[in-house]
């Protein structure tokens, strides 16, 4: 394909460059990267990447990315006689992706949107509230002395048990968990379904999903369903985790999904990136 920049009567994306590059292999650069300023940017034709988004894999041809650079920073790509693609960020194309890729067209399948509610945690979490707020309003001033409690650290998860228990669970047929980049961490569903590609890219969707979600009074996202005409999957996601759960027939049970959505919570906490330690001086 000749095009190398988007026409004005389209859609583009627009990329950081620096980042792009980063992410060639050797035999495709010729120079320092980091030279580049993070304000330069890499613009290409939306349609050249909108396709390929399903198989979780991103790349366009050398002659079309050449095309694409600043003319400024053009030197520093260079083709091989392979002509290898070049393959793009995954990451940095979603979070550049325009808010109108997410919306459905008429002849595409619909997801549903799953309300907030209410686990045993945020039910025992509101009764604690109120019980504090009593306690604090008729409790006398004391000069007690301060201990201080250190706290139980909470039992490493297994993601190999929480597959476990969630395929266990009615409505469900297969599992898989990956981290919020992508990569598999437990479990994996049916071959033939061929969903690799579309388990890559979920967390970036759902991220995107519950930033539009948030603008509203639903409540939080709980789960993103996308049911097809063969069958239907479920994803959520907290953290850097992300469940894909493939429905054994038509939806889930609010039961399921709610014990589904605990499961990834606590998971999500076992991988959760700690925090730098604060050092008073």
């Known amino acids: 394909e000749a095009a190398s920049a988007p026409a004005k009567d389209e859609t583009p994306i627009t990329l950081s460059l620096r980042v792009v590059l980063q992410n060639l292999p050797a035999f ?32 366009i041809l050398p002659d079309v990315f050449q095309a694409a650079l600043p003319e400024k920073h053009r030197d520093l790509f260079q083709i091989d006689e392979a002509k290898t ?16 890729i997410l919306k459905l067209r008429d002849d595409q399948e619909g997801f549903a949107l799953d309300n907030d509610f ?57 599992c898989a968990i990956t981290f919020s980049d992508g990569l598999s961490l437990a479990g994996e569903l049916p071959e033939n379904i061929a969903a690799q590609g579309l388990c890559a890219i979920a ?12 603008e509203t009074k639903l409540g939080s996202l709980v789960a993103v369903t996308i049911y097809t005409s063969g069958s239907a999957l479920s994803f959520f996601a907290q953290g850097n985790i992300c469940m894909t759960a493939l429905h054994a027939e038509g939806s889930l ?20 990136q700690p925090e730098a330690p604060h050092v008073d001086h």
């Not at 010729?30 to 991103?58: C, K, M, Y």
């Not at 000069?143 to 929480?162: G, N």
């Not at 049970?253 to 919570?265: C, D, F, M, S």
């Open 118 to 174: 209410e686990t045993p945690f945020s039910i025992k979490a509101k009764e604690d509230a109120q019980r504090f707020a009593g306690d604090k309003a008729t409790e006398q001033p004391a000069a007690e002395a301060k201990i201080e409690v250190t706290p139980v650290a909470e039992k490493r998860i297994d993601p190999k048990e929480v597959v476990a228990q969630a395929s266990a669970l009615a409505g469900v047929k297969a």
């Open 203 to 214: 967390p970036a969707i759902l991220e995107r999903v519950a930033q539009h979600v948030h």
């Open 253 to 272: 049970p609010p039961q399921t999904r709610t014990q589904i959505a605990e499961l990834v919570e606590k998971l999500s906490r076992t991988y959760a």
């Open 28 to 59: 495709q650069l010729n120079g320092d990267v980091f030279a580049i300023s993070d304000q330069d940017r890499l613009t290409l034709p939306l349609r050249l990447i909108e396709t390929q988004l399903a198989s979780g894999r991103v790349s």
């Open 85 to 100: 693609p070049v393959a793009l960020p995954l990451e940095e194309v979603l979070k550049n992706l325009p808010a109108t």
